[in-house]
């Protein structure tokens, strides 16, 4: 199947900094890429919905201006967390649906972010 | 997407057939049945996914039910590996994957 890579696998951060986690499409052209937080034990939350070039599409109760979300190029997508708080600790997964997946999103490997 | 409907847990023994059930009788005609498992801290993992018809793969048996009101995923030869939470999704390709609690499938040794 399609290959999504994502990195970091894990990050540490102080309270304040920013945190940018990096999603690759590896075999295929991603015309759509989705990010999704999940806290322990929990379901998959949808965080927002980008496609190439246009301007995500951010799911209600998520802030745009805390979660930057970069799709500038048909193999990468990029989440940034901006001024990390505790609160902001969880499981952030990327997928991404395109040229060759068909309907059938696939999904990186998750970063786990802890906020000290 | 179709609301799904999914018990919370099973155990199943090592080396039997896990046969998962998965409720969705609010699907429409142009939502197919998706079916994904998460390993702890991984990303979920594509397994099958059929709109009227039984489907197989190399991992799984999708078999739906004639009025397409229900489900079972079916592992053949369950192992340890199998052991994650099972995701049973209505999904008609147009948007996002949403995804419920799902069931937690414990293989036992």
Not at chain 1, 16 to 38: H, N
Request: charge should be neutral; hydrophobic fraction near 35%.
């Amino acid at each position: 199947g399609a290959v999504v890579s994502q990195h970091p696998s894990w990050v540490i951060c102080k309270s304040g900094t920013s945190v940018k986690i990096e999603c690759r499409s590896l075999d295929f052209q991603a015309t759509t890429m989705f990010w999704y937080r999940q806290f322990p034990k929990q379901s998959l939350m949808l965080m927002a919905t980008s496609n190439e070039g246009s301007k995500a599409t951010y799911e209600q109760g998520v802030e745009k201006d805390k979660f930057l979300i970069n799709h500038a190029s048909l193999t990468l997508s990029t989440l940034t967390v901006t001024s990390a708080h505790p609160e902001d600790s969880s499981f952030y997964i990327c997928s991404a649906r395109g040229t060759i997946s068909g309907e059938k999103l696939f999904f990186g490997s998750g970063t786990q972010l802890s906020v000290l | 997407d179709a609301k799904t409907t999914q018990p919370p847990s099973m155990d199943c023994a090592e080396g039997r057939a896990a046969n998962l059930p998965c409720n969705h009788s609010t699907i429409s005609g142009n939502e197919y049945v998706y079916w994904y498992r998460q390993i702890h801290s991984q990303g979920p993992q594509y397994i099958i996914h059929g709109l009227k018809n039984n489907e197989t793969n190399e991992m799984a048996s999708l078999i739906i039910t004639e009025d397409r009101k229900s489900s079972t995923l079916i592992l053949p030869h369950a192992t340890l590996r199998d052991t994650a939470v099972y995701y049973c999704i209505g999904y008609s390709g147009n948007t996002p994957l949403v995804f419920g609690k799902g069931t937690r499938l414990s293989v036992i040794a």
